[in-house]
C-alpha cells in the first residue's frame, strides 16, 4: 500500500513541512516586527520622560535658587544677632566703668532700647525668612509631585493602548473561522467569490 500512494504520501509530507517551515518564517517575521514596534513605542516613551524631567529640572533650579537665598539670608541674620552681642557685652563693660549712677542709667536704658528694635527686628526678618524658606520647600515637593505624576501617566497611557492592542489581537487570533469575500487558485484556476474559511495562519506584505 506505502508503494501504491507513496507519491500522495510524499506530496502530503511535503506540504507539511512547508507549512511547518512558513509559519516558522511568519512566527520570525512577526517576533520581529513585534520588537521593532515595541522598541518604537519605548524610543517614544523614553523621549517623553526626558522632556517631563528636562521641564521639571528647569523649574526644580529656580526654587533651589530660592531655597539658597533663604538660607543665606538667614545665615546674615544670625551672623548680625552674633555681631550684636559682642557690642552689646563692650557696651556693657564700658557701662560698668562709669562712675556716674546717672550716666550707667542712662546709657543701660539706651542699650535696652537698642535691644529691643533689634529683637524685633530680628524676629520680624527671621520669621519672614522662615514663612518663605517653607513655601519654597512646599513648591519643590509640589513639582516632584507634578512630575512624578505626569510621568506616570505617560506610563499608564502607554500601558493602557499595549493592553487594549494585545487584547484585541488576542480575540482576533481565537476567531479562526473567517467568513467574507474570498480570492484563489483551485482546481480550476483562479477564482473569485464568497465563502467560509478556516484560517491556519496569516501573513502581510
Same mark, same amino acid.
Given at each position: 500500500m $506505502? *508503494? *501504491?500512494y507513496w507519491r500522495e504520501i510524499a506530496l502530503f509530507v511535503l506540504v507539511g =513541512? =512547508? @507549512?511547518f517551515l512558513f509559519q516558522a518564517w511568519q512566527q520570525a517575521t512577526d517576533k520581529a516586527l513585534a520588537g521593532a514596534i515595541a522598541e518604537k513605542a519605548r524610543s517614544a516613551l523614553a523621549l517623553k520622560i526626558k522632556a517631563i524631567s528636562h521641564e521639571y529640572a528647569k523649574l526644580q533650579l529656580e526654587v533651589d535658587k530660592q531655597i539658597a537665598?533663604?538660607?543665606a539670608t538667614i545665615g546674615e541674620i544670625s551672623a548680625k544677632a552674633d555681631k550684636f552681642l559682642a557690642d552689646s557685652k563692650a557696651a556693657q563693660a564700658k557701662i560698668k566703668q562709669m562712675e556716674s549712677v546717672?550716666?550707667? $542709667?542712662?546709657?543701660?536704658?539706651y542699650e535696652l532700647e537698642l535691644c529691643?528694635? @533689634?529683637v524685633l527686628k530680628q524676629r520680624d526678618d527671621y520669621t519672614t525668612e522662615i514663612k518663605g524658606l517653607n513655601l519654597s520647600w512646599g513648591n519643590k515637593y509640589q513639582l516632584k509631585v507634578e512630575e512624578f505624576t505626569k510621568k506616570e501617566n505617560e506610563y499608564t497611557n502607554v500601558i493602557g493602548?499595549?493592553?487594549n492592542t494585545l487584547a484585541w489581537y488576542a480575540v482576533k487570533d481565537k476567531r479562526r473561522w473567517v467568513i467574507g469575500p474570498q480570492a484563489g487558485y483551485g482546481p480550476m484556476g483562479w477564482y473569485i467569490g464568497v465563502g467560509i474559511t478556516f484560517r491556519? @495562519?496569516?501573513f502581510s506584505f
Open positions: $506505502l *508503494k *501504491k =513541512v =512547508v @507549512f537665598n533663604s538660607n546717672n550716666d550707667r $542709667l542712662r546709657a543701660t536704658n529691643q528694635s @533689634f493602548n499595549m493592553t491556519v @495562519f496569516e
